[in-house]
């Protein structure tokens, strides 16, 4: 009976309800049409047991660390960082756009954040300097997917919560990806800077190195804050995501005093995002609880044996879908639904949780530059008022080059789990 769901949502996603909503509501109604409604009565039970999970709570604290970064004016001085290192190589603010990125990644945590700021700053500039709007704003998207990879990443938090994974090895499992994944953007963009003699910075545009990073230096310490205090055992990541909150207080001042409006619509954007997620996770426990009524995981996990995939098939048939299901739904949406109906498959498989959690952010952060509904797509297109579908055929080099890092993080689990293992947060 579980196949009424999509039906149900179905009509009413029609109605305009949101997607919290629809998910929650069709589930309620399939128990009531199948005649299950008796087990609506353990309902509550299961949608607080899914949320009342300790390392949620790192999740909203790891929100508004970035949002109160991302109003202090940290942006400009990681910016001058990266100008100072490599701006002045062929392509030098195609590259800067990229290191940005990654170093913007250790504060943020966000994608949507990350291509928000660097699209207000980086885009101008590199549209002053030659470079074309569709270039600029395709690498800006692309560069933005780092966010959720590199730790903190409230998408790796989430994962941990719905798995019941160590939080810790995920963060410190994301560094080499993340950094694999900036290596293969910034050969696409040499590759590009070289076809399309894209120009260096001017050697009087840069800043002195030196200046430069002593001005980032509040910025770069709150990552070193977080993985080194998790890494060291002296913070379990809810303490290293307050840590963080006090840290990105004391940074911001540094740069930008933040005044109390600020500070509210800090706050305010921190309840705002924190509460739908929370929605979302409400609605899948219906969801998840009417499924394994239904024993929905065990006959995926028959189909799976009938097909005879094997390990590595079926995390390849994996990928895909969760590359799909990022192109059209919300990430966090998309994590909450799927996860649990085909990561026990794929465990069962012989997977490795922390190499999973990886390869599905990884995956899902693919969607979100992505057609027909990349969400970084559509904020890089509004900010920029760059046509959005221009804007889409101009990033494809760069999903294809991020598709081929996908395949190599899928067959050498060891670039996700080297690091865990060799500081002991994994074995």
């Not at 080194?228 to 303490?239: F, K, N, S």
């Not at 990886?358 to 969400?375: A, D, E, K, Q, T």
Request: net charge neutral; hydrophobic share 60%; with cysteine.
């Amino acid at each position: 009976m579980i196949w009424i769901v999509p039906l149900i949502a179905a009509a009413l996603l029609a109605s305009g309800l949101a997607l919290a909503y629809v998910i929650g509501g069709a589930a309620a109604l399939t128990f009531i049409l199948s005649d299950n409604s008796r087990y609506l009565a353990v309902l509550p039970q299961k949608v607080f047991s899914q949320i009342s999970i300790f390392s949620l709570l790192a999740m909203p604290l790891f929100i508004l660390a970035g949002e109160l970064m991302n109003r202090g004016g940290v942006t400009k001085s990681l910016i001058d960082l990266s100008m100072a290192l490599i701006g002045r190589l062929r392509g030098g603010l195609g590259h800067v756009n990229i290191m940005t990125s990654v170093f913007f990644a250790g504060i943020s945590g966000s994608a949507v954040a990350d291509a928000a700021a660097l699209s207000n700053t980086l885009v101008p500039a590199m549209r002053e300097r030659g470079y074309s709007a569709e270039y600029a704003g395709a690498i800006t998207a692309a560069s933005s997917i780092i966010g959720p990879i590199v730790p903190p990443s409230i998408i790796l938090i989430f994962y941990g919560a719905l798995m019941q994974t160590s939080v810790a090895a995920l963060f410190v499992a994301g560094i080499l990806p993340g950094l694999l994944l900036a290596a293969v953007l910034f050969a696409v963009n040499a590759w590009f800077a070289w076809r399309e003699d894209h120009p260096r910075v001017e050697k009087g545009d840069a800043p002195a190195l030196l200046p430069a990073i002593f001005k980032a230096l509040p910025a770069l310490c709150l990552p070193i804050i977080i993985v080194g205090g998790i890494v060291l055992g002296w913070m379990t990541p809810t303490e290293a995501a307050a840590v963080a909150v006090f840290a990105a207080v004391i940074a911001a001042f540094f740069y930008t005093p933040l005044s109390l409006t600020d500070l509210w619509e800090s706050f305010t954007r921190t309840a705002i995002l924190t509460g739908s997620i929370f929605m979302i996770l409400c609605a899948v426990a219906a969801f998840g609880h009417l499924a394994a009524l239904e024993r929905i995981p065990q006959a995926i996990a028959g189909l799976v044996e009938q097909m005879g995939l094997g390990p590595v098939g079926f995390l390849l048939v994996m990928n895909l879908i969760f590359i799909i299901a990022g192109m059209i739904m919300d990430v966090p949406v998309a994590l909450a639904l799927l996860v649990p109906l085909l990561a026990p498959v794929a465990l069962a498989n012989g997977a490795d949780p922390v190499h999973l959690g990886i390869v599905i952010c990884f995956n899902l952060c693919i969607g979100l530059v992505s057609p027909p509904l990349g969400g970084c797509l559509l904020i890089v297109s509004t900010v920029t008022g760059v046509d959005y579908w221009k804007l889409a055929r101009a990033v494809i080099p760069f999903i294809v080059a991020e598709v081929i890092a996908l395949g190599i993080l899928v067959f050498t689990p060891e670039i996700s789990l080297w690091l865990p293992r060799t500081l002991g947060l994994w074995k």
